[in-house]
């Protein structure tokens, strides 16, 4: 019964990848909101308490990459909404300088 458990699980842990692929190749995060991932990340930390507690190994592998990857798509979006467009205003103030 433990496969099952790790293709379920596997099959969750990379649900995140096509979006993680869509925001680097777009370059924009903007569909995605913080509240969404940071119940993800919440929801999936729960269980992962669960799962270490009760030594539950196919669960606690697969969230932890849930997890990560979740985590990868929150600093995507932070740094493609945010941090690239404060970048993106101070490469145009100091062209329109020049």
Same mark, same amino acid.
Request: proline share 4%.
């Given at each position: 019964m433990d496969s099952f458990a790790y293709v379920g699980g596997g099959i969750l842990s990379i649900q995140m990848i096509p979006q993680i692929h869509?925001?680097?190749t777009s370059k924009s995060a903007q569909d995605l909101s913080f509240s /969404?991932?940071?119940m993800n990340v919440l929801g999936l930390m /729960?269980?992962?308490i669960y799962a270490i507690n009760n030594s539950d190994?196919? #669960?606690y592998i697969t969230i932890s990459l849930s997890i990560f990857n979740t985590c990868v798509s929150i600093f #995507?979006?932070?740094y493609?909404?945010?941090y690239r467009i404060?970048?993106?205003d101070i490469?145009?103030?100091e062209i329109s300088a020049i």
């Open positions: 869509k925001i680097v /969404f991932m940071g /729960f269980m992962l190994r196919p #669960l #995507l979006k932070y493609y909404d945010y404060k970048d993106d490469k145009s103030t």
